[in-house]
């Protein structure tokens, strides 16, 4: 210590010498300043660090969280989203979405969009006319039984069963087109819906209503959110037992919150929007945001297998539920304990996820939570080409610092969203001008091949930083350039705001929808291209008015793989039975996602409406081993077949 203080004082008897005495004193307090202020952030962060530590007898655990679900809007039953929101056409002959909802474009006057419809599908507005809806149509008839009835009336109270017609409609159809456009069609409707709606809050409920389908031979459907897209809760016009829909929204709570693990115990009914509220309030966030996080429930992402848009960041649904309860006819599937991992031989959970309501209901699920992210940042990039743009994707799918979410769409989707801006005066279109002539001739892009990308970071502001700083690497070497955070944001939002475009499109009698597939990157754009170019040979060939639309884009990225959107519309305007014509184009091109190597679904499911690819897919013992299980599960047949 002697020694240090001696060369200490020889040191300032030097820097005196050399700087002076006022100096030196300047200089040894702005040392002290800089000393004391490292030591103080050193110890905030020890602080912060020790606060998310947990000991043996630290965990804390919140029990019966509420789960708000009424307050904040309710949903429409002849088309996509909430009453309060949509797209209509104002005395100015522009396209306005209504409400307030969704801030990036609600209330703004869309000039461009009529135009681009029919510049699209090549047909002058006139002639694509004027689709009229007739909501509700005729409901069917009632399958009553009264033994069936009174025991219902003894198990639960009047308010947990409906009768009604519009709820019974409602609850025997999801939002595939055909099912939209023929409940908006008086002429055609639904063959068959369920007799009866329940409305169960317990998990004494739910085993009641298996016992008395048993008993009086009825049939039940699990309903969470009614969003699926793959008629999953068509009823069989073959069906003659009483159908019993079985909506699960009452049971919506978080049974309890594990602070100290990252654990929730969720009820199945809890819809996205409003479990995520419920999460963020206590700090944590589930992470997983679908396309359709507003209406869906937990109890259907674990049902159809579903992935999120920040799958990157916080996993699919298979990796977020760490347990799940189901009632079955022959009981009550749970487990004992819950570890990080086990191996005990073969686990029946993982049959659940993608199970479709075929096997039992899902009442739970225990899942993982993450604390809310320290840092929330958007961005975007402009590519030459949609392969350009690809080849990025690819490179950051095999980097380590993958973006919570990262999208491509080709240039039909740019196009689609450019439309979707308001109307600019008269420098807004010097400078979009200006920027489009710097896009050509300074960067050398073609505005007709353009594809974009954007992004969503989360995590720490390190870890953000260094997301940012390896995207921009990899981003450059393809030649992109940046689109800016705002542009990310919008892009990211308005994946909400353009799910209604669907509903407003069939207005002009053009009829659309989307479907998914994943594949390996080695055949991803030989599949985009392939899939495009089968649509419009089909189309061609059967002589259809106008031209189609057909867009995708890359999604979920993997190590060995993408997942890829497309988005499918055509005119049906004088066409006869236009659904039935639509479902062979959307036919033929699930038999090409096939045959280049795609999945037959990535995170929509099978349902009703894919169910017939099945045998292609798989070997007759796979789908053999497939009925074994349904049989072991539900050997009565109280729940619908596969």
Sequence with gaps: MGDTIIVAARGRGIL??????????VLLVFITFVTNLYRRRRVAQRRRHTSTTVLVDETERLENIPVERDGDGTDRLDQW???????????????????????EICGLDLPYVIPRISATFNLSIPTLGTFIPQYPPAIPALHRSDPLEDALTKALRADQLSWDGK????HGHGHTLSEMYNIKVGSIGLARVPDLVAFPESIDNISSLITIALAHSALLVPYGGGTNVTQALACSTDEQRVIISVDMSRMNRILWLDT????????????????????????????HEPDSMEFSTLGGWVATNASGMKKNKYGNIENIVQDVTVITPKGVISRTGLNPRESTGSDVRHLLFGSEGKLGFIVSAVVRVSR????????????PTFEDGAKFMYDVSQSDMIP???RLVDNDQFQLSHCLRPAENRLKTYVSSALKLMLRHVYGFDFTKISACTLLFEGSREEVARQKRVVHRLASLHSAIRGGAEAGKRGYKMTFAIAYLRDFLLNFNVAGESFETSVSWSQALSLCTNVKRRIREEFTRRKLPGVPHISCRLTQVYQTGVAIYFYFAIPIVGVEKPMEVY???????????????GSLSHHHGVGNLRKEFLPSIMSDATMELRQRTKDAFDPSGVFMSL
């Design 16 to 25: 005196s010498g050399l700087l002076g005495p006022g100096r030196l004193a």
């Design 81 to 103: 989203g909430f009453n309060d929101a949509g797209f209509f056409v104002n005395e100015e002959g522009h396209v306005v979405m209504a409400g307030a909802r969704y801030p």
């Design 167 to 170: 709820t019974r409609l409602r």
């Design 260 to 287: 100290a693990n990252g654990l929730a115990h969720v009820e199945a009914g809890a819809v996205g929007r409003h479990l995520e509220k419920a999460l963020n309030g206590h700090g944590f966030t589930l992470g």
């Design 372 to 383: 809310l992210p320290q840092k929330r940042e958007h961005g975007s990039y402009l590519f």
């Design 404 to 406: 919570a979410s990262i």
């Design 583 to 597: 479902a062979e184009l959307e036919h033929a091109a699930r038999d090409e996602v096939l045959k280049c190597g």
